[in-house]
């Protein structure tokens, strides 16, 4: 096993509030440890063309409480391919960048994954995504200052919904996880989430409409996860067949990406990235950095990738019973 002295650093995929924590902390401790840091602008494709420069620890100063990636990042369809991930891997030789630290989701860990295997690159990963869908991890880098984003719109459409009576359907972020959808239901007081983990029939979300109204809520709140029919859809259809309602759609989208991370996620991308140094210090190899209970974990590449997240049952339990 080869000595590490200098590590590249880059984020891939979509962005998440608390990367540029994540990336000043994977720079300091590894300049901490006498390990230089060398930064990959815009992500795997950065690897491949070449935009890599060296980081002091001044390049990450004052960057913490700042929302989206200072190294930026891009989706990259040339890593995909097996030329262009030698490409990538010539330039880690021309820079003499002995091991990565990528910070992403699931693509991002899945290309490390395929890129360690085929040169045998030690890689450490941080999960960097607000959909919290990794396996391994309570908590993804991103995910609290989202859900808390989501939470502050929905209580001011709420203010609108009771204003004027109306039934709004809100859309949110989540790709194939519900995470943010059913957690974000709970915070605000909607009446339900419709998750792809759990199948909602639009006749069940029509008599959960009918209850609630005729219990006398003067206003209905649904929170939707993205994918699927979608919040426009399951208005279109509550409309037909409730035309009395004032029915009206929200969707949040790219507003839940940005914005200075919570404390939460700085912290967390802080403790991640530290543990980032000290596994490839520690010989670690193809790990996504996990918090399971407060205490980091390190989780093989295969199982963060592969693995479904369960959404906690409990959870939806405790909408379905608050929601009467």
């Known amino acids: 096993m080869y000595k590490i002295n200098c590590i590249g650093i880059l984020t891939s995929g979509g962005d998440a509030p608390g990367m540029n924590a994540a990336i000043r902390a994977v720079t300091r401790a590894a300049i901490f440890n006498n390990v230089k840091v060398k930064a990959i602008y815009h992500g795997y494709k950065g690897l491949i ?19 989206g990636t200072i190294l930026k990042t891009a989706r990259c369809t040339e890593f995909m391919t097996k030329e262009g991930r030698q490409a990538a891997y010539d330039n880690m030789r021309r820079e003499e960048i002995d091991a990565l630290v990528v910070i992403g989701g699931d693509g991002t ?12 690159v030690p890689i450490v990963g941080l999960p960097g995504t607000i959909d919290n869908d990794l396996w391994g991890t309570d908590s993804t880098i991103g995910y609290d200052t989202a859900l808390n984003t989501i939470m502050q719109a929905v209580d001011k459409i709420r203010d609108t919904a009771t204003s004027h009576e109306r039934l709004f359907f809100i859309e949110v972020m989540g790709r ?18 419709v998750i792809p983990e759990k199948q909602t029939s639009v006749e069940e979300l029509e008599d959960l409409i009918r209850n609630g109204f005729r219990k006398s809520k003067n206003s209905s709140m649904v929170i939707v996860a993205e994918g699927g029919v979608g919040a426009q859809g399951l208005a279109e259809r509550v409309k037909q067949n409730f035309p009395e309602y004032d029915v009206r759609v929200s969707i949040l989208g790219h507003i839940q990406r940005g914005g200075s991370p919570s404390a939460y996620d700085r912290i967390l991308a802080s403790r991640m990235g ?22 980091i974990v390190n989780v093989p590449f295969s199982k ?7 959404i906690g049952e409990d959870r939806i339990n405790v909408l379905q019973i608050l929601s009467i």
């Open 304 to 310: 963060a990738i592969k693995d479904d997240k369960q």
């Open 49 to 67: 063309t070449g935009n890599i420069t060296e980081f002091k620890t001044q390049n990450v100063s004052n960057i913490i409480q700042q929302g």
């Open 176 to 193: 194939d996880a519900g995470f943010l959808a059913l957690n974000s239901a709970l915070a605000t007081g909607c009446e339900t989430a």
């Open 274 to 295: 530290v543990a980032a140094i000290d596994a490839l210090l520690d010989e670690q190899r193809n790990v996504m950095i996990g918090i399971v209970n407060d205490e």
């Open 109 to 120: 860990l899945t290309g490390a994954r395929i890129f360690a295997q085929e040169f045998e």
